[in-house]
Structure formats: C-alpha cells, structure tokens
Nanobody, 122 residues
C-alpha cells in the first residue's frame, strides 16, 4: 500500500517563504513521477508542479513559475516544494501525488497524501 505524507505547511505573511516536504513509502520512489497540487476553498484541485524520476522533467503552472521550486532527493524518498514570494492567493491545501508516469500531470492518476495547509495573510 502506497503511503504519501506531506509536511511543512503553516501560516505566513505575504512575501514570506515556506518549504513543503513529501515522503513516500510502499512504492519505489526513485522511479516515481512526483507532483504537487493544491486546492483552495471552493475551488477544484489544481496542478502546481511536477518532477520526473530523474529530475530532468520539471513542469510548473503559470501561477507559480518563477516563485516555486520543486526538487527531490531519491536517497531520502522525499520531494520538496520551495515556495518564495508567497501571495494570499497561494492559500490552499497542498497535496503530494506519486505515480508511475507523468500522464500530463492529470489529477486522475497516482496516490495522494492527506495534504498540508498553507495560509498566506496579506
């Protein structure tokens, strides 16, 4: 059984930074395509960033490009999301997803964690 756990969320002010972490067990992390999604209150879950198993393929949504950085450490079975210059509109529950192939980072595939809350005050 795949187990995905996110951590690192919190309450910050606009302009601050946060780093989220995601650990995976129950599947081979080093060959998994990993991604971050987020869901704001009253909105659908949306793609934030994705990274292939070798860190060569990296994709960002336009909303976070230039501010967020996705990375992974296969030796630690952990993926990260460094979030800089946070804005109130970044407020959401952030979810980690683990899958075999990117599949255009569709939310219909992969295993999910329970999410970590990020709140950005103005």
């Amino acid at each position: 059984q795949v187990h995905v756990v996110e951590s690192g969320g919190g309450l910050v002010q606009a302009g601050d930074s946060l780093r989220l972490s995601c650990t995976v067990s129950g599947r081979t992390f080093s060959t998994s395509a990993m991604s971050w999604f987020r869901q704001a209150p009253g909105k659908e879950r949306e793609f934030v960033a994705g990274i292939g198993w070798s860190s060569i393929l990296i994709t960002y949504s336009d909303a976070v490009k230039g501010r967020f950085t996705i990375s992974r450490d296969n030796a630690k079975n952990t993926m990260y999301l460094r979030m800089n210059s946070l804005k109130p509109e970044d407020t959401a529950v952030y979810y980690c997803n683990a899958r075999t192939l990117p599949r255009n980072w569709s939310p219909d595939f992969g295993s999910w964690g329970q999410g970590t809350h990020v709140t950005v005050s103005s």
